[in-house]
């Protein structure tokens, strides 16, 4: 982190979010010495302005929030926290303290998406994603199309473990692919999304 929070008028918001869902979870307000906790002690942690303390989220209910990272805003003055909570953010039992529903880790995408072009760019002799880019884009396409076969088989059956192994294996490999052609997830995303608008 190159910024520096400016606590000098005292307490800053800072929002909480979801590390792989994106969802603003709730806001808080954080000292210096409550930012220094929550990034040593990975459990997200404010100052309580009604009890006039550090107050730690969960320390009674359970319900942490557990600090991945954090970023400062263009003006120093307000904190985004990024955590996985262990369940329920609001104190009313809700996802988030807007009664939204936190659901679906589509952002770990992402975050994969950059694991698989770092393999590519920085190469590993024990990383198996390496071995695939070193064989180079045809072993990565039969890899794919074996993956959507074993995909369909698992599909005829009923066992729901297998099926979701083999789905998240070709959703994998499919990343690769797109890897390895420098086209990304966003592109394809963007040919959905002209489809839906020309319906």
Known sequence: ?????????????????????????MQGY????????????????????SKERLWTKGETSENYLNYIEHRIDCDNDAILIKALPDGPTCHTGDDTCWQETNSGKVMFIQQLTEIIKDRKNNPTDASYTTSLFKKGINKIAQ???????????????????????????????YLILLEAKEISLDEVLEVLIKRHQSK
Request: hydrophobic residues 40%; aromatic residues 10%; negative net charge.
């Open 1 to 25: 982190m190159n910024r520096q929070a400016d606590f000098s008028n005292g307490l800053l918001p800072a929002i909480i979010q979801d590390f792989y869902t994106g969802k603003v979870l």
């Open 143 to 173: 890899k794919v199309g074996e993956e959507a076969v074993e995909l369909v088989i698992e599909a005829k059956d009923d066992n729901k473990d297998l099926f979701l192994g083999e789905a998240a294996d070709l959703l994998f490999h």
């Open 30 to 49: 954080m000292n210096q010495e409550a930012l220094e906790k929550t990034i040593n002690e990975k459990k997200v942690t404010f100052y309580s302005r």
